[in-house]
């Protein structure tokens, strides 16, 4: 299997970046642990964004029934999310088996390709401007273009349901719930850039100057993330924390030693988990 640009920029920050981050037993198939099943999908008839081309995973857990609409959990750059480096859908086996996470789907969606062309993401053309503009598109993609074709029935209740993203994806979580909280009230961005690529940096005074929305966010960095010219990620985690407090948002932010990788995300992904649905 060929990988592609952005692909192999993250292996290569992984590798380079050090981390003293592994996964524990949460992120580790477990024995006598019911598994639950994840099947790939293509979407390629998109309304919102005309011409792009995707896969999709849907993970389902071996409690579902059919009956009892379950919590919803949509990953951008999905593919990351569903390797070793978070094992995502064996974080959810595991703490749905335990009674510390309420039955999910787990939906883990790559960008859209439209085409060749690209010399950076290799194909997946679609990405900067699916993830980092500033408006209700990618929201109403998911709402309009996607869920509608779950396989599984979904909870409608945006307390149920979460967003993540790592990089732009996390700035696209935020963005998709900040736009649409009637249904998305959980965030969770890792590594998100909050900075000046399509004007993430204008996120901390938005906020500030608007009245609270029914959202709780979960922020991730590293000390080590990047610092470039579109600006210093760590440095604008910590205005996008600083901000959310400021109007009141139950927020968490937590800084590791690492880079711009999904390591310390992911070896903290069950304790987060934990987090965001605990009171559901």
């Known amino acids: ?55 999709y995973w849907v993970y389902v857990p071996a409690q579902y029934t059919p ?9 951008q750059d999905g593919d990351w999310y569903l390797r070793p480096n978070v ?16 039955v999910c789907i787990g939906v883990f969606v790559e960008p859209g390709d439209n085409g060749p062309g690209n010399p950076l993401w290799g194909g997946d053309t679609n990405r900067n401007v699916e993830y980092d503009t500033l408006s209700d598109a990618y929201g109403q993609f998911l709402l309009d273009d996607l869920i509608p074709r779950l396989p599984v029935a979904v909870t409608d209740s945006p307390t149920r349901r979460a967003i993540c993203g790592h ?15 009637d249904a998305f009230g959980n965030v969770v961005s890792h590594c998100g850039s909050f900075v000046n690529i399509r004007g993430g940096h204008e996120y901390p005074s938005l906020i500030r100057r608007t009245e609270r929305k029914p959202l ?63 009171r559901t």
């Open 67 to 75: 009956d009892h609409p379950a919590n919803l959990m949509v990953f």
């Open 87 to 102: 094992n995502a859908h064996v974080v959810f086996d595991n703490l749905i088996h335990r009674g510390e996470l309420p």
């Open 167 to 181: 990089s732009s994806g996390g700035i696209c979580a935020f963005t998709a719930a900040w736009e649409r909280p």
């Open 216 to 278: 709780r966010v979960f922020l991730q960095t590293g000390e080590r993330d990047l610092d470039v010219v579109f600006g210093n990620w760590p440095i604008a985690n910590r205005d996008m924390a600083s901000a959310l407090a400021y109007r009141g948002y139950e927020c968490e932010l937590v800084i590791g030693e690492g880079g711009h990788t999904l390591k310390h995300g992911g070896a903290i992904f069950p304790d987060t988990m934990r987090w965001l649905w605990g």
């Open 1 to 55: 299997m060929s990988i592609s640009k952005r692909d192999q920029l993250q292996l290569q920050a992984a590798e380079a970046s050090d981390e003293p981050y592994e996964l524990g037993p949460d992120s580790l198939p477990q024995p006598g642990t019911p598994r639950g099943s994840v099947t790939e999908y293509r979407l390629d008839d998109s309304e919102r964004f005309p011409g792009t081309k995707r896969r």
